[in-house]
T-cell receptor
Framework: NAGVTQTPKFQVLKTGQSMTLQCAQD?????MSWYRQDPGMGLRLIHYSVGAGITDQGEVPNGYNVSRSTTEDFPLRLLSAAPSQTSVYFCASSYSGTAYQFGNGTRLTVT | KQEVTQIPAALSVPEGENLVLNCSFTDSAIYNLQWFRQDPGKGLTSLLLIQSSQREQTSGRLNASLDKSSGRSTLYIAASQPGDSATYLCAVAPNEKLVFGKGTKLTVNP
């Protein structure tokens, strides 16, 4: 198993640009989620999904969209990037009652 | 709203010392609690998962305990090594979402 795979590893955007952060898992996990990690703020939940076709907002959803068309993939879309979205983004997945596994993260800088 | 607190924020110990990291949470209605390790610039590595019905879990030199009624968990590291230096994160799962503490940065000095 490859586990949780995130691409790209690094990205620089200009304010107003859009992009999609990719997340894929090959463990048939039903739960997938996106977190952002900022100094002094810890990890905060952006969006999550409990299965294909089902998504919901987390603590900091503004400026981000998600969809879950398949069990394996959970992309995170930035609609119009802002400097406040400069962060490290982590995707995670799990099966009910089991440990969450995390990807290696995407470091995003918005100038 | 569930809140998770980790104390201390940073800890420096000499190699070989046994140590305890603390995690407290405000709402005891959780499914499980998970301890992670994060190395600088890296992702999170799962260390231990404790289900709400369990009291502790062990993996090698690591032992994690859970006391739901008091809203506390501890991570015990035996015979610490320089390779244990990292940030340790505690997260509780009130449902399918994780709520994280801000972590304890551990430095083990040779």
């Amino acid at each position: 198993n490859a586990g949780v795979t995130q691409t790209p590893k690094f990205q620089v955007l200009k304010t107003g640009q859009s992009m999609t952060l990719q997340c894929a898992q090959d463990m048939n996990h039903e739960y997938m989620s996106w977190y952002r990690q900022d100094p002094g703020m810890g990890l905060r939940l952006i969006h999550y999904s409990v299965g294909a076709g089902i998504t919901d907002q987390g603590e900091v959803p503004n400026g981000y969209n998600v969809s879950r068309s398949t069990t394996e993939d959970f992309p995170l879309r930035l609609l119009s990037a802002a400097p406040s979205q400069t962060s490290v983004y982590f995707c995670a997945s799990s099966y009910s009652g089991t440990a969450y596994q995390f990807g290696n993260g995407t470091r995003l800088t918005v100038t | 709203k569930q809140e998770v607190t980790q104390i201390p924020a940073a800890l420096s110990v000499p190699e070989g010392e046994n140590l305890v990291l603390n995690c407290s949470f405000t709402d005891s209605a959780i499914y499980n609690l998970q301890w992670f390790r994060q190395d600088p610039g890296k992702g999170l590595t799962s260390l231990l998962l404790i289900q709400s019905s369990q009291r502790e879990q062990t993996s090698g030199r690591l032992n994690a305990s859970l006391d739901k009624s008091s809203g506390r968990s501890t991570l015990y590291i035996a015979a610490s090594q320089p390779g244990d230096s990292a940030t340790y994160l505690c997260a509780v799962a009130p449902n399918e979402k994780l709520v994280f503490g801000k972590g304890t940065k551990l430095t083990v000095n040779p």
